[in-house]
């Protein structure tokens, strides 16, 4: 199983994830051809694709999903108000409806070689989700954009061997930063995002034995960087009320707006 960052931050997110002769992009936040360079650098063409899972509708995450599919006629799965949410918002340009696929939050569906489940989250979209992938040997997930989760959240998550995680926001930048206090409101409250303490808390609620690798995603431009989010990270993880420390995994933070990061497990 492989988690190839294409993109993974608050300018644009597009994440590619492979098993075996399945192919799934998670969200498609930047452009069309920035979509197709990624996809080039890790060997692969939209024509491959077997899916895009789209986690919500807002732009960083849906941005170039209309230019692309007025391409590439690629299946799209998201829950049915995000569906609708996409459709009413009128952003994308025409879109071809029949590409369109609900799914239904915690029910587990095949796409060929993976059972693919979309797991709730607390954000401040129409119906958001991450999702998590098991093949017959290997679990993974893709968890961004949640301001807040729980011991249910955590146990769906349980048993991972890799995870690409959000650690958007360092603290005091927040704080500090020019940002308008409504929307420094909006990011650290419960349905907004994880700063990087509270992401080295979750990772450390999820580490087991059989996780060994983690990126970093969803940083903020504006209020982070990413040697504050792994020093961040890691101290959480070291610190944390368990028998683990953070050199026993591999730390990676997945670039803004480039192909990084790709781990194969």
């Not at 489940?117 to 958001?128: G, S």
Request: charge should be negative.
């Amino acid at each position: 199983m492989i988690i190839a960052p294409i993109a993974s931050g608050s300018s644009g997110n597009c994440i590619l994830v492979e098993d075996g002769n399945t192919k799934i992009l998670v969200d498609a936040g930047i452009s069309k051809i920035k979509i197709e360079k990624g996809l080039s650098a890790y060997g692969v063409s939209p024509g491959d694709l077997d899916g895009i899972l789209v986690t919500h509708e807002h732009s960083d995450h849906v941005g170039g999903l209309g230019v692309f599919l007025r391409k590439y006629d690629v299946p799209v799965y998201a829950t049915k108000n995000t569906i609708q949410a996409i459709f009413e918002g009128g952003k994308l340009g025409a879109l071809d409806e029949t590409l369109f696929y609900s799914v239904e939050k915690d029910f587990s569906f095949k796409l060929k070689d993976l059972l693919i489940r979309p797991i709730p989250v607390m954000h401040d979209a129409a119906d958001p989700v991450c999702y998590r992938f098991d093949s017959q040997e290997k679990s993974c997930a893709i968890v961004t954009d949640l301001g807040i989760y729980n011991s249910e959240f955590v146990g769906k998550l349980q048993g991972l061997d890799s995870v690409l995680i959000e650690a958007n926001y360092d603290t005091r930048m927040l704080q500090m930063g020019p940002y308008p206090y409504h929307l420094k409101q909006r990011i650290w409250g419960d349905s907004g995002h994880l700063s990087n303490e509270s992401c080295g808390r979750l990772l450390s609620d999820l580490i087991t034995p059989k996780l060994k690798h983690i990126i970093l995603g969803h940083l903020s431009k504006e209020n982070n960087y990413p040697d504050l989010a792994f020093c961040a990270v890691r101290n959480e993880i070291n610190f944390a009320d368990n028998d683990y420390s953070a050199e026993m995994f591999n730390i990676q933070v997945a670039k803004r707006m480039e192909p990084s990061c790709l781990v194969e497990f």
